[in-house]
Nanobody, 122 residues
Framework: QVQLVESGGGLVQPGGSLRLSCAAS????????MGWYRQAPGKQRELVAS???????NYADSVKGRFTISRDNAKNTVYLQMNNLKPEDTAGYYC????????????????WGQGTQVTVLQ
């Protein structure tokens, strides 16, 4: 298991920046993938960005070129740098750790943090 604690959310003007942090309770170097999701009121949770243990990244089209996900294995922390924020980025942001075992069969588990609120003013 792994516990996750997000931080770094807040209130920001359009065009501003925030950096979210996700601190894990144990080493993340072997975790299959880490990701950031967001959920706005009345909407489904959606993937924002993810990074595998090998360093491959994936981004939602809506944030490409503006957001950057990174990981610091020495600090057991994953970051989401958010630049040029827009009002539509307003949401609760959640960190996810996806573990994977392959024996006796492939099985994945997701662990979630409590979330941090990002509000971009209109």
């Amino acid at each position: 298991q792994v516990q996750l604690v997000e931080s770094g959310g807040g209130l920001v003007q359009p065009g501003g920046s925030l950096r979210l942090s996700c601190a894990a309770s144990r080493s993340i170097s072997s975790i299959y993938a880490m990701g950031w999701y967001r959920q706005a009121p009345g909407k489904q949770r959606e993937l924002v960005a993810s990074i595998t243990r090998g360093g491959s990244t994936n981004y939602a089209d809506s944030v490409k070129g503006r957001f950057t996900i990174s990981r610091d294995n020495a600090k057991n922390t994953v970051y989401l740098q958010m630049n040029n924020l827009k009002p539509e980025d307003t949401a609760g942001y959640y960190c996810d750790a996806r573990t994977q075992v392959i024996v006796p069969r492939i099985r994945q588990n997701d662990y979630w943090g409590q979330g941090t609120q990002v509000t971009v003013l209109q």
